[in-house]
């Protein structure tokens, strides 16, 4: 279930600190409404500025020797190429072991941040697929790599993030994806009406 990393004990703390206001039993609708008035303004300005950056700023991996950041670069916002180069330093500084599987296609391997392998997550990949998969459910929480998988890759020589690990949702084309997606409605939805305009 993607929950973009928010336990269900942090929706309260998350919702205050977004919209700056600490809700009160005195507190009225008008005030309330003013303040989310002001707070949606503040959010629209943040992703105008969010969004200018993304299009004229480079992440500073366009000189590292690295592959595998250079196409996190190339394809993530600024925001969540940073979040995924703290994992791939992660990653580097990780211990690997692997298991022994029946499966020639299918590898498993266990990755921890320490050496004697406290505090550590199962990682299966399939050659085959491409598939990776681990038991932290970072992927499946947050739309993002965890830096036990990118242990794996790194192993394996893959310098690219498989494609089906790649959401929209945090792409530097995540919004024109959306614009287009929109047009493409609104095109048929007025072919459609001219249909029906001409049967009539």
Same mark, same amino acid.
């Given at each position: ?10 929706? +309260?703390?998350?919702?205050?600190? @977004? ?5 009160? #039993?005195?507190? &009225?609708? /008008? $005030? ?33 020797? +690295?592959?595998?950041?250079?196409? @996190? ?5 600024? #925001?969540?190429? &940073?979040? /995924? $180069? ?33 505090? +550590? ?80």
């Amino acid at each position: 279930m993607f929950s973009a990393g928010i336990l269900s004990s942090q929706r +309260s703390e998350v919702t205050n600190k @977004a919209i700056s206001f600490n809700a009160k #039993a005195t507190t &009225n609708l /008008f $005030e309330f409404y003013h303040i989310f008035e002001q707070t949606v303004k503040r959010w629209r300005s943040n992703e105008t500025s969010d969004n200018f950056r993304n299009r004229t700023e480079r992440p500073k991996a366009v000189k590292s020797k +690295s592959k595998l950041l250079k196409h @996190a670069a190339d394809v993530y916002t600024l #925001a969540l190429y &940073n979040d /995924f $180069e703290t994992e791939y330093e992660w990653a580097m500084a990780s211990f690997l072991r692997a298991f022994a599987t029946e499966n020639s296609q299918l590898k498993l391997f266990e990755v921890s941040p320490e050496e004697d392998f406290t505090n +550590s997550h199962t990682v299966a990949y399939d050659e085959a697929t491409t598939e990776l998969v681990c038991s932290c459910q970072c992927f499946t929480e947050t739309g993002m790599l965890c830096f036990h998988i990118i242990r794996v890759m790194h192993m394996f020589s893959i310098f690219q993030i498989p494609q089906q690990y790649i959401l929209k949702r945090w792409t530097r084309l995540a919004k024109s994806a959306v614009w287009e997606n929109v047009q493409d409605k609104d095109q048929s939805q007025n072919a459609l009406c001219g249909h029906h305009g001409d049967m009539q």
